[in-house]
């Protein structure tokens, strides 16, 4: 193999494969086809599990890339992959020779508006997962009439594991996304009430588990295992639910946008906690994980 290696996206992956590759003696021919390089990053506040500001991770990969010899473009579209898989055609018709190519595309959120029954795009206070990252970005939570949430509720797995949208998969980083969020919403609003409902809650990587147990012990996040069926406003733009007590983070695709039951004795015991909140003045949000708020 050659040294020149074109990489396709700038975004996190492709920034670092860009600086080991470089560290490694080899040609890095980097493709983004924004203006800027560092792809989700400069939508997010913090990083899970450490809480790191996403501008810390981002300023400190921007510099390293810099003291490489990486060659950048950026505005620019990769329309296709030569079929000897060492080079690529721009979406302008250029093409660029390499001696390898490296897809770090990134990846899509799922289409939360395809979900009709929980109203996003439809009622006021439902939010993605991105809109609220964006919110702690802007300066914190709000809701659609500009107050501060009473109660927040974080609906997960929608449109992963969901056949009836073509997704069986589960996409692995919801969970400890919405555990995440529900950590800075009490963290930044210490009077708000966080409900997190979830299918399972599956944290697979270091520190996910440990960054859960502190959601439930010292910020009071409250975890119910129930599906959401529906969400609907309220007279007064509030949002309501409606919670199955027996068992479920937006999805995330590729960038090509290509139960264990609970025992009957489980479902008794938190009958009375789901019916004290069915109803939610505020925020309905949905990701990664989706949530409710009032």
């Not at 080991?20 to 990083?47: C, F, S, Y």
């Not at 770090?104 to 006021?124: L, M, Q, T, V």
């Not at 930044?188 to 588990?209: C, I, K, N």
């Not at 009958?271 to 309905?284: E, K, L, S, T």
Request: hydrophobic share 35%; proline share 3%; net charge positive.
């Amino acid at each position: 193999m050659g040294n020149r290696v074109i990489i396709i996206g700038g975004g996190v992956a492709g920034m670092q494969a860009a600086i080991t590759l470089d560290e490694l003696g080899l040609q890095p021919v980097l493709i983004e086809k924004e203006a800027t390089l560092g792809g989700k990053l400069n939508k997010w506040d913090r990083l899970f599990p450490t809480m790191t500001p996403a501008s810390e991770v981002l300023t400190e990969l921007t510099e390293k890339l810099r003291a490489t010899k990486t060659e950048v473009h950026t505005s620019t579209a990769v329309g296709s992959i030569d079929e000897e898989g060492n080079g690529v055609t721009l979406a302008d018709g250029k093409k660029i020779a390499g001696d390898a190519v490296i897809v770090a595309s990134g990846y899509d959120i799922f289409p939360a508006e395809i979900k009709e029954e929980y109203g996003y795009r439809i009622y006021d206070n439902v939010f993605t997962t991105v809109d609220i990252e964006r919110m702690f970005k802007e300066g914190g939570i709000r809701t659609a009439e500009n107050r501060t949430p009473k109660t927040i509720a974080f609906l997960h797995c929608v449109g992963s594991r969901d056949e009836k949208v073509g997704q069986r998969h589960c996409s692995r980083v919801c969970c400890i996304t919405g555990v995440k969020q529900a950590i800075e919403v009490r963290q930044a609003l210490p009077q708000t009430e966080v409900y997190s409902f979830y299918m399972d809650m599956r944290m697979f990587g270091p520190g996910y588990e440990e960054l859960y147990k502190e959601a439930q012990q010292k910020y009071g996040i409250h975890f119910v295992r129930g599906r959401i069926s529906e969400a609907a406003p309220t007279i007064d733009n509030r949002i309501q639910i409606k919670a199955d007590c027996l068992l479920r983070t937006n999805l995330l695709l590729d960038s090509a946008g290509h139960t264990r039951h609970p025992h009957s004795g489980c479902c008794r015991r938190h009958h009375n906690q789901i019916d004290a909140f069915r109803r939610y003045p505020g925020i309905c949000h949905r990701t990664a994980c989706r949530f409710l708020c009032k």
